[in-house]
């Protein structure tokens, strides 16, 4: 039987954007099946594998998206999209091969499940990009989206802080706008798509909620203090409304925890 980390693993490392895809999902179908064991032998790479495309950019370079509603702005919103759907794979596979070991098989369960929904998200990305007539690599992306994971790799408490608790949050903020935005252009497919992650990102922040509550519980810790704590010592950017209070609760997150840091 092959162990847990090296299907974790072996997933990372993979550079094909559809085989990282496809290989994230049978993770999480053969764990939740039995047939990976719970073991931890080898360790996760501290970069993922990438594709040769597309070119990774620092944000300060990277092309003004537009307003959206020629077809140059959809392909580059569709791209941008499946562009964090790939990364947001590795960084739930990372979460659950880095940190498994101590967090526990449910901890492991939540965040290949998450992997799984990333891998299902990307590939709907990538397929518009593709009805659009374009693909995914073929414009230059956002080459930082990977430091939150190289930031954290040292405490399971500052990877939740950070990447479910205020990257996947963020998406929760910023993504009805960009849904009514692509409903309004007459794109129903597209809009049913970004509901769909919309829906999903509601679960992956609420796990990221609740193993963090787990975690400061365990280090007999206030929530909201470590929270903050770690999020002004491992986040650059700045979490800063307008918030989407109903997702955010639907999600875990109580008012009283991100207004204080905002
Ligand atoms: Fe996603
Ligand atoms: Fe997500």
Redesign the pocket.
Known sequence: MTTLAAAIRAALLETDPRAKALAARATARDWGAGRLDFVFDVAMPNEPGRPGEPALLPPSQMPKRGRGHSERGRIALWHALAHI?FV?ID??LDMAGRFGAGMGRQFVSDFLS?AA??AM?FELAARKLRTLGSRYGALPAHGGLWDAARETAHDVGARLAVV?MVL?AR?LDVTPATLERVRASGDENGARILQR?LD??IR??RFGATHFTAVCERRGESAEILWKRLVERHFRGSVKPPFNDSARSAAGLSRSLYAGVA
Request: hydrophobic share 45%; no cysteine.
């Open positions: 759907e947001a960084l739930a998450v929904d990333e998200h479910p996947e998406a992650i999903d990102e992956h922040v």
